[in-house]
């Protein structure tokens, strides 16, 4: 007999890989009603399959809470249990795809150019899984709607995780006013709850732990390497591939919101800021290996990572490193050194056990 989510949740709790938390148990039900309702056996088409409708959508859940509230842990708790053709996939990155098979679909003259996207989605999945739900590009605020009711009427559920309530969703966005039947389909179609957990679970277990190792030794990545594992609870990693205007930005290993990277993986490629930018939307913490000494004779290099560091200071984005030197000893000579002046005191600041502790 399947085990139910509460009895799984026990149980990684029982083993010590989960913190009991009444408010994250208190939703477990919600979620095993949907597991329930998909797993369900389906009516088989009569005579006339060929024309019948496809299954009605299973009411979904859109769950809202602080960064750290184990929103993300349920849903991959229950996304993993569900026996049903699926897909988890972090809102961001999803709505790029999107967005890059509109414009296929439009070079190719279809008069709608969305409807391929959704018929092609709704024949893959009957169930979607999304990580951070938000809204901040006028692009997509202006499909979210079309694309979601297409996908509901076709039978897909949605599970979703976000930082905010629907109705703060693009909020004071441009055109708001186009977007607020998406606020109403969702409050239709999905089951809105808040996790009301007090703990901020990863701001727990970064608090008081050092998140700057220097001097990038075997001995800084063993101790990346334990808080990774603490962070992702030793679960397995897979990449992050994100599309910024037809190029692709991967974060090697991603699980949670939590991305892991080397310094040269992301300040020795040519990124820009719209690449940083969009790996801060998508992370909520960043762990990044091996920065260098910086000089003249890495000169690129350094002010993509100072174009890295203020986007990531920008977004709130939780820090954690291992480097060379200390961060005023990383860049001390050569054109640049002064103006670093302002990212090693950030890189300062962002070691603080309370810092992005305020973030939404």
Not at 338 to 359: G, K, P
Request: with cysteine.
């Amino acid at each position: 007999m399947t085990s139910s989510l509460v009895q799984i949740y026990d149980s990684r709790v029982a083993a010590g890989r989960l913190r009991a938390d009444a408010a994250q148990r208190a939703l477990l039900p919600a979620l095993e009603d949907i597991r329930s309702a998909l797993e369900a056996p389906q009516k088989k088409p009569g005579l006339f399959g060929l024309f019948a409708k496809p299954p009605e959508a299973v009411r979904g859940l859109y769950l809202w809470g602080g960064v750290g509230r184990g929103k993300s842990m349920l849903m991959d708790l229950f996304h993993e249990t569900v026996a049903v053709p699926k897909r988890r996939v972090h809102f961001h990155a999803f709505m790029q795809e999107v967005q890059a098979k509109i414009d296929i679909a439009r070079r190719a003259k279809e008069e709608d150019a969305l409807m391929p996207v959704a018929k092609e989605i709704a024949a893959s999945v009957r169930l979607l899984c999304f990580d951070e739900m938000q809204i901040t590009d006028i692009a997509d605020a202006m499909i979210v709607g079309r694309l979601f009711d297409e996908l509901f009427k076709r039978g897909v559920t949605v599970v979703t995780t976000s930082n905010r309530p629907p109705e703060d969703l693009y909020k004071n966005g441009l055109n708001r006013q186009l977007f607020l039947p998406f606020i109403a389909i969702l409050n239709d179609k999905l089951t809105v709850r808040e996790i009301a957990s007090e703990t901020d679970y990863r701001q727990h277990r970064l608090t008081g732990a050092q998140v700057y190792f220097s001097p990038a030794s075997k001995a800084a990545h063993a101790a990346m390497d334990a808080l990774w594992d603490e962070l992702t609870g030793h679960d397995a990693a897979s990449r992050l591939v994100l599309e910024v205007k037809g190029r692709q930005v991967v974060i090697p290993r991603f699980h949670n919101g939590i991305g892991r990277a080397s310094f040269w993986e992301l300040c020795g490629a040519m990124l820009g800021p719209g690449d940083y930018l969009a790996i801060a939307a998508a992370l909520k913490v960043l762990m990044l290996d091996d920065i260098p000494q910086l000089s003249a004779s890495n000169f690129n290099e350094a002010k993509r990572f100072v174009t890295l560091i203020d986007t990531l200071y920008e977004a709130k984005v939780r820090l954690i490193c291992s480097a060379a030197d200390v961060p005023e000893r990383l860049y001390n000579e050569g054109t640049g050194s002064f103006e670093f002046e302002r990212t090693a005191s950030r890189l300062r600041e962002m070691q603080s056990a309370d810092w992005a502790a305020d973030r939404a």
